[in-house]
């Protein structure tokens, strides 16, 4: 018993010491300093605005994600955007100089912080607007960026801009007979076919100065052409600084000139200026205006500066037909994700055109185009692959428009960089993608019958 009692007594002895070094280490605890956690405030690394008529955007490229709210007043237009999580910067007082005098959405913007942490933006507007305001995740170059889209309230109709661009053309002309005489009579192609791919005229009916198939054709053939990237969206940049987006828009102003100067044709530029368009609304603008041809014009790029050449491209039903093709199809259908598409405000009618409901019939039109392309490409420089390549293209998915991306030179390719800035070869290519297009419908006069 007494045993049993001496050993009671060490056991409690152990557990008041033990309490005892727990009762120290939680007042040395409570003696030790608190600290506030101090929360990261965001950092705005970069400000950029790219003012255009269909729409005017701002981007504020951001260090971490922050969300805001804004409004929009009346007496007069402004519009109000609340940034949480900010402080002001160097950055964002730029965002005020940033502003063109020539933006037709944007008349001034003032920039100041409205509360801790809280950074406000007021626009003063020239129009009433329908923004769309988003966040973009990083990709790229880019960080996490917050996107200000100001759109009219009533957008733009492609056909009103067409027709204003293009007063001097008559529904009732005959574009064939037109193109056919304007190919003779153009001063602009220095690059002739070879005999052999000329086609011969339609057959001369025995009424004087008309042709069998003259009067079945009362419209005028609209060419889209269509200037890859724009706007947050460079496109690919060569070693001396060439960015694809510019080059690409020079050479498509350039096609379009030669078209609207071809009788019988009109051209219609998807974007004509730097600005982002996404890829289903360039598909949509075409079928908008009625199309009868998309041409996408980019410029190449690769890991090997020594790859180079032109390249033309179509849809695929079933596959890329190789693996560079492949490729490139995955980086171009990127530049939604690099210019910047609010997802949640996508059409559902606009986006089923990303559909795959192409015909056999539009790939294998398209696929005439691009080797009546090919043929003249050649003879500005050289050619990347003689043969027309199939992949995934999202931009070529008009399931009634033959369908074609061009890449006229490789931008990676330093001596192709070169030609693609100078304007004398912008104009070569244009030339021999006009003269392709035209050869097209003289070679396949059915294409531009009336229905």
Same mark, same amino acid.
């Given at each position: 018993m007494a045993k049993q009692t001496a050993n009671q007594s060490v056991t409690e002895q152990s557990g008041q010491a033990s309490r005892r070094k727990l009762l120290q280490a939680a007042s040395a605890l409570l003696c030790l300093p608190v600290f506030p956690k101090m929360a990261h405030a965001a950092s705005v690394l970069a400000v950029r605005t790219w003012p255009a008529q269909e729409y005017t955007r701002v981007t504020l490229?951001? %260090? $971490? /994600? +922050?969300?805001?709210?804004h409004f929009t007043l009346d007496n007069p237009h402004r519009m109000v955007v609340d940034i949480d999580g900010l402080t002001m910067n160097s950055a964002l007082d730029k965002l005020v100089n940033n502003i063109k005098p020539n933006d037709p959405y944007i008349s001034s913007l003032r920039v100041?912080?409205?509360?801790?942490?809280?950074?406000?933006?007021?626009? %003063?507007?020239r129009q009433p607007i329908a923004p769309q305001v988003f966040t973009l995740k990083p990709i790229g170059d880019y960080q996490y960026r917050l996107v200000l889209d100001l759109y009219p309230t009533v957008a733009q109709d492609p056909i009103l801009a067409l027709l204003k661009d293009s007063?001097?053309?008559?529904?009732?002309d005959d574009p064939l007979a037109q193109i056919i005489e304007g190919l003779g009579q153009s001063t602009t192609p220095a690059i002739e076919p070879p005999p052999a791919a000329r086609p011969s005229p339609p057959p001369v009916a025995s009424a004087p100065g008309r042709s069998t198939q003259r009067s079945r054709r009362q419209r005028t053939l609209t060419i889209a052409i269509d200037a890859g990237h724009g706007g947050e969206d460079p496109g690919a940049v060569g070693k001396g600084g060439t960015y694809e987006k510019d080059v690409v828009l020079a050479i498509a102003k350039r096609v379009k000139s030669r078209v609207d100067a071809t009788p019988g044709m009109r051209?219609?530029?998807?974007?004509d200026g730097d600005y982002f368009v996404p +890829?289903?609304?360039?598909? %949509?603008k075409a079928r908008r205006v009625k199309a009868d041809l998309f041409i996408s014009i980019h410029a190449d790029a690769f890991v090997r500066p020594t790859a180079g050449g032109s390249s033309a491209y179509v849809l695929? /039903?079933?596959?890329?037909?190789?693996?560079?093709?492949?490729?490139l199809a995955k980086k171009e259908n990127a530049a939604d994700l690099i210019g910047g598409v609010n997802l949640g405000a996508t059409n559902k009618n606009v986006a089923a055109i990303l559909i795959d409901m192409s015909t056999s019939a @539009?790939?294998?039109?398209?696929?005439?185009?691009? @080797? $009546?392309?090919? +043929?003249?490409?050649?003879?500005?420089?050289? +050619?990347?692959?003689?043969?027309?390549?199939?992949?995934a293209f999202a931009v070529l998915r008009a399931p009634d428009i033959p369908s074609v991306l061009v890449e006229t030179a490789?931008?990676?390719?330093?001596?192709?960089?070169?030609?693609?800035?100078?304007?004398?070869?912008?104009?070569k290519f244009a030339q021999a993608i006009h003269l392709g297009i035209t050869n097209f419908y003289t070679a396949n006069p059915h294409l531009a019958m009336a229905d």
């Amino acid at each position: 018993m007494a045993k049993q009692t001496a050993n009671q007594s060490v056991t409690e002895q152990s557990g008041q010491a033990s309490r005892r070094k727990l009762l120290q280490a939680a007042s040395a605890l409570l003696c030790l300093p608190v600290f506030p956690k101090m929360a990261h405030a965001a950092s705005v690394l970069a400000v950029r605005t790219w003012p255009a008529q269909e729409y005017t955007r701002v981007t504020l490229e951001l %260090d $971490s /994600e +922050l969300k805001a709210e804004h409004f929009t007043l009346d007496n007069p237009h402004r519009m109000v955007v609340d940034i949480d999580g900010l402080t002001m910067n160097s950055a964002l007082d730029k965002l005020v100089n940033n502003i063109k005098p020539n933006d037709p959405y944007i008349s001034s913007l003032r920039v100041g912080q409205n509360r801790p942490n809280v950074v406000r933006i007021v626009i %003063d507007l020239r129009q009433p607007i329908a923004p769309q305001v988003f966040t973009l995740k990083p990709i790229g170059d880019y960080q996490y960026r917050l996107v200000l889209d100001l759109y009219p309230t009533v957008a733009q109709d492609p056909i009103l801009a067409l027709l204003k661009d293009s007063p001097d053309i008559m529904e009732g002309d005959d574009p064939l007979a037109q193109i056919i005489e304007g190919l003779g009579q153009s001063t602009t192609p220095a690059i002739e076919p070879p005999p052999a791919a000329r086609p011969s005229p339609p057959p001369v009916a025995s009424a004087p100065g008309r042709s069998t198939q003259r009067s079945r054709r009362q419209r005028t053939l609209t060419i889209a052409i269509d200037a890859g990237h724009g706007g947050e969206d460079p496109g690919a940049v060569g070693k001396g600084g060439t960015y694809e987006k510019d080059v690409v828009l020079a050479i498509a102003k350039r096609v379009k000139s030669r078209v609207d100067a071809t009788p019988g044709m009109r051209g219609y530029l998807t974007r004509d200026g730097d600005y982002f368009v996404p +890829l289903h609304v360039r598909v %949509d603008k075409a079928r908008r205006v009625k199309a009868d041809l998309f041409i996408s014009i980019h410029a190449d790029a690769f890991v090997r500066p020594t790859a180079g050449g032109s390249s033309a491209y179509v849809l695929s /039903e079933r596959g890329a037909s190789s693996t560079a093709a492949r490729w490139l199809a995955k980086k171009e259908n990127a530049a939604d994700l690099i210019g910047g598409v609010n997802l949640g405000a996508t059409n559902k009618n606009v986006a089923a055109i990303l559909i795959d409901m192409s015909t056999s019939a @539009q790939i294998k039109d398209s696929k005439k185009v691009a @080797q $009546s392309l090919l +043929l003249h490409l050649e003879k500005v420089y050289r +050619l990347h692959k003689p043969q027309v390549e199939q992949a995934a293209f999202a931009v070529l998915r008009a399931p009634d428009i033959p369908s074609v991306l061009v890449e006229t030179a490789f931008i990676s390719n330093p001596k192709e960089e070169r030609l693609l800035r100078s304007s004398s070869h912008q104009d070569k290519f244009a030339q021999a993608i006009h003269l392709g297009i035209t050869n097209f419908y003289t070679a396949n006069p059915h294409l531009a019958m009336a229905d």
